[in-house]
C-alpha cells in the first residue's frame, strides 16, 4: 500500500502562485509514474501533469508554461509549481502515483487540497 499526503492549497489571487507537495510512504515501488489532477464540482477530474520517476514529463494544455511538475525520488516527493494562477485553476489538487507491478497498474490517490484563485 502506498499512502499520499499533500500539502500546499490555499487561496490565493490571480496571477499569483503556489506549490504543492505530495510526500509517498509505504510500499513505494522506485520505478512510477506522479502526477498531479484536479477536479471541480460536477466535473471529472482531470489531469494537471504527470512525471515518470526517470523525470519525463506530461502537462495538460490549459497549464503549460505556467505549472511545473518536479519530484524528489530520494524524498519520494513530488511538487506543483503552480505561477500565473487563474481562477479557473480553481479545483481541488490530487496527487496520484502509479505502479506497474507485473502486468497490472496500481493506482493511490491522495485526499486532496483545495486551492483557490480569486480573480
Known amino acids: 500500500q502506498v499512502q499520499l499526503v499533500e500539502s500546499g492549497g490555499g487561496l490565493v489571487q490571480a496571477g499569483g502562485s503556489l506549490r504543492l507537495s505530495c510526500a509517498a510512504s509505504?510500499?513505494?515501488?522506485?520505478?512510477?509514474?506522479m502526477g498531479w489532477y484536479r477536479q471541480t464540482p460536477g466535473k471529472q477530474r482531470e489531469l494537471a501533469a504527470t512525471?515518470?520517476?526517470?523525470?519525463?514529463?506530461n502537462y495538460a494544455d490549459s497549464v503549460k508554461g505556467r505549472f511545473t511538475i518536479s519530484r524528489d525520488n530520494a524524498k519520494n516527493t513530488a511538487y506543483l509549481q503552480m505561477n500565473s494562477l487563474k481562477p479557473e485553476d480553481t479545483a481541488v489538487y490530487y496527487c496520484?502515483?502509479?505502479?506497474?507491478?507485473?502486468?497490472?497498474?496500481?493506482?493511490?490517490w491522495g485526499q486532496g487540497t483545495q486551492v483557490t484563485v480569486s480573480p
Open positions: 509505504g510500499s513505494i515501488l522506485s520505478t512510477n509514474v
Open positions: 512525471i515518470t520517476s526517470g523525470g519525463s514529463t
Open positions: 496520484n502515483v502509479e505502479e506497474l507491478i507485473g502486468f497490472k497498474w496500481y493506482t493511490y
